[in-house]
């Protein structure tokens, strides 16, 4: 079992920048990837970066030039580096993990989830 432990969420003005961080500890064998997603009020929850043991990184467009994702593999600890934040950046942010054993497969694990607010 893989427990998911985020942090750094809040409320920041249009244009300000926060950093969020998501720690994942339990029975850990391998993490495939680490990632941020996000749901809207009314809305699909959305990737919004991922990030690959390998270092691969992939962003939805909305984000690309303003997040920056980065992990720490050793600590197994994924961070999310979000500048010029605009109201349309609001949501509750969810980490997820593909952990990998050879027993299960991969399995994906999710946080419980951070508020991000911006406000005009």
């Known amino acids: 079992q893989v427990q998911l432990v985020e942090s750094g969420g809040g409320l920041v003005q249009a244009g300000g920048s926060l950093t969020l961080s998501c720690a994942a500890s339990?029975?850990?064998?391998?993490?495939?990837?680490m990632g941020w997603y996000r749901q809207a009020p009314g809305k699909q929850r959305e990737l919004v970066a991922v990030?690959?043991?390998?270092?691969?990184?992939n962003y939805v467009d909305s984000v690309k030039g303003r997040f920056t994702i980065s992990s720490d593999y050793a600590k197994n600890t994924v961070y999310l580096q979000m500048n010029s934040l605009n109201p349309e950046d609001t949501a509750v942010y969810y980490c997820?993990?593909?952990?990998?054993?050879?027993?299960?497969?991969?399995?994906?694990?999710w946080g419980q989830g951070t508020q991000v607010t911006v406000s005009p």
């Open positions: 339990g029975s850990i064998f391998s993490i495939n990837a």
């Open positions: 997820n993990v593909e952990h990998y054993t050879p027993a299960r497969g991969i399995r994906s694990y």
């Open positions: 990030i690959t043991m390998s270092g691969s990184r």
